[in-house]
């Protein structure tokens, strides 16, 4: 399912407030992965798992070895 | 009042004489003089092992067995020379197999102390130490798991699935102050997914002695006083719950542990 970037975005944020218990204001594309958003490495795996089973894309976990907030991965899964 | 908040306030109301503190100095760069000439013999004794044909099994045991007795002597010398006292709630001895030993992280000896209490332990440590050369050898015999390998989680489930307990300090590093109790999600991370159970020890330094970034010769005003409480096992079958994401169960336990270690570190106070 292709999706255009303002629909991934909106996916990728309700993601991460089911996975994360995030709160949807913090999620602003400027917010850092770690520092801001407390997402670790191994919650990083789970939400690429998400990812995949939704956009049915192979995913390799390298290309988001770079990315550090949320812009980042939405330009990521979008680029893939 | 218990015991130890009353060693607490006599020991801030009596300060300590300059030549009490003068003896403490001596005394503490004399132990760490013993650990750095120990270490390298402890090394060196243990690769004794490798020429004995026994299986890799009953070297990993006979190794932190040798862990275990030298940090109980190494802390029994301090102690006896004064340089800090301890005590521990209920038993000095942890006997377990298969649990997820946790516990916050105040001062240097920490992981000394539960060395010495618990026997067959397997630590989780920071990768520095496989290349430090007074324990580079010994955590690799003692089969240790550094904490920057790859899949250090589903290392330490193969662990504890064979019987053997692991320690964890959830903080990852030493605190700054007593309550900061900054946990990392690593612990959960382990106790979830081995569906392990966990021993809290809660570790009370007073006053705080050997923290991070401190020098070696910066001592505090009077003898710190070790107290370890071993708390009851935590059942993980109850902070298991498939209907949520397992994201969520580490977050939720990892919360769980804080505020557990939050009560107890401020009750007494």
Redesign the interface.
């Known amino acids: 399912m292709k999706m255009n970037k303002i629909e991934l975005e909106e996916y990728i944020k309700k993601l991460l407030v ?4 995030l709160d949807i204001a913090d999620l602003k594309l400027s917010a850092k992965l770690y520092e801001d958003l407390d997402i ?1 490495s ?2 990083a795996v ?1 939400m690429l798992i998400e990812i995949k089973k939704k956009t049915k894309k192979d995913i390799d976990p390298e290309k988001f070895s770079d990315a550090k907030t949320l812009g980042d991965i939405i330009d990521v899964v979008y680029n893939l | 009042m218990d015991n130890y908040s009353q060693t607490n306030t006599l020991s801030y109301a009596v300060k300590s004489h300059p030549i009490n503190t003068f003896y403490r100095l001596v005394g503490t760069i004399f132990c760490y003089l013993i650990f750095g000439l120990f270490a390298p013999l402890l090394s060196i004794s243990l690769a004794l092992f490798n020429f004995i044909p026994i299986k890799k099994a009953s070297k990993r045991y006979w190794t932190r067995t040798a862990i275990s007795g030298s940090c109980r002597l190494f802390i029994n010398t301090m102690s006896s020379l004064r340089l800090l006292s301890y005590s521990i709630k209920p038993a000095p001895q942890i006997s377990t197999s298969g649990k997820l030993i946790i516990a916050n992280h105040p001062s240097l000896l920490d992981a000394l102390f539960i060395l010495s209490m618990c026997k067959n332990l397997c630590c989780i440590t920071k990768s520095a130490l496989w290349k430090n050369p007074f324990t580079a050898s010994i955590v690799r015999m003692a089969d240790y798991i550094p904490n920057d390998c790859n899949d250090f989680i589903t290392e330490a489930k193969k662990r504890l699935l064979r019987g053997e307990n692991i320690l964890i300090f959830p903080e990852g590093t030493r605190n700054h102050y007593d309550d900061q109790l900054d946990f990392k999600r690593g612990a959960a991370n382990i106790a979830i997914l081995s569906q392990c159970n966990i021993i809290p020890v809660i570790i009370k330094c007073s006053p705080r002695a050997m923290q991070k970034g401190e020098k070696f010769y910066s001592l505090p005003i009077v003898a710190p006083h070790f107290f370890f409480d071993v708390l009851s096992t935590i059942e993980i079958k109850k902070h298991i719950n498939n209907d949520s994401s397992k994201t969520l169960q580490y977050r939720r336990l990892t919360h769980y542990l804080v505020e557990l270690y939050r009560l107890h570190l401020t009750k007494t106070k």
């Open positions: 089911e996975l994360f218990e670790d191994i919650d789970e």
